[in-house]
């Protein structure tokens, strides 16, 4: 996984250059690109970019607008911050609401762009951690045999060890061994602890298998 970057795409390479010395000026690792295209044809996984994108809005080929719709469709990471010099209220309105975190306007305060790059940072590490924790129970998740997952279905959803028993046309000491598994499978110390990982899961994005 790569390291927390600044990721600027923008056909402007005088723009480029001058986020660029703003960013190295505080330390921070900056990757250039002059359009959605060269974004897209580099050799990695997008979606698992660490840091946060400065993307221009209008450019040659793919629109920032339609590059930023991609990268939601392909549940990319990295907060995207929109920069454009053409700006207007219904603009700022649709990239919001395709998922970038901040619309600014070129030129842009240095101070302000500084600002929203550390929030995206710190937007990012967050967003990672909860897909790390996702991930984990999923993981856990797919080591149930089907019967297993069955009965903690049911389990969380407040259903008796009888009633299970009798739905699943099983003994009630089977459900009991069953959900013995369950719990140690998914390293649940309490029935609570292990009904919290399921709504966590479920309010995710990421699908459960």
């Known amino acids: 996984m790569d390291e927390c970057k600044v990721y600027i795409i923008d056909d402007s390479a005088e723009v480029r250059q001058a986020i660029n010395l703003l960013m190295s000026s505080v330390g921070l690792e900056v990757v250039e690109f002059e359009s959605a295209d060269a974004f897209l044809s580099e050799d990695r996984d997008i979606a698992k970019l660490e840091g946060c994108i400065l993307l221009d809005v209008r450019m040659p080929g ?31 309105v649709k990239a919001v609401q395709e998922g970038a975190i901040n619309f600014i306007e070129k030129p842009f305060n240095e101070q302000e762009l500084l600002d929203n790059v550390h929030r995206a940072f710190k937007l990012d590490s967050i967003q990672r951690g909860k897909n790390m924790k996702v991930q984990s129970i999923k993981k856990r998740l797919n080591s149930l045999t089907s019967r297993e997952k069955e009965v903690l279905y ?44 399921i709504i966590y899961i479920e309010n995710s994005d990421i699908d459960i298998e």
């Open 154 to 197: 049911a389990v969380t959803e407040g259903q008796r060890n009888k009633l299970i028993a009798v739905e699943l046309n099983i003994s009630q000491s089977t459900v009991e061994a069953h959900r013995a598994r369950v719990m140690e499978k998914m390293d649940a110390s309490s029935l609570s602890e292990l009904m919290r990982m």
């Open 62 to 92: 793919m629109s920032g607008l339609a590059l930023l719709e991609h990268l939601q469709q392909i549940k990319c990471s990295p907060p995207v911050i929109m920069i454009s010099g053409h700006g207007d209220i219904p603009m700022a």
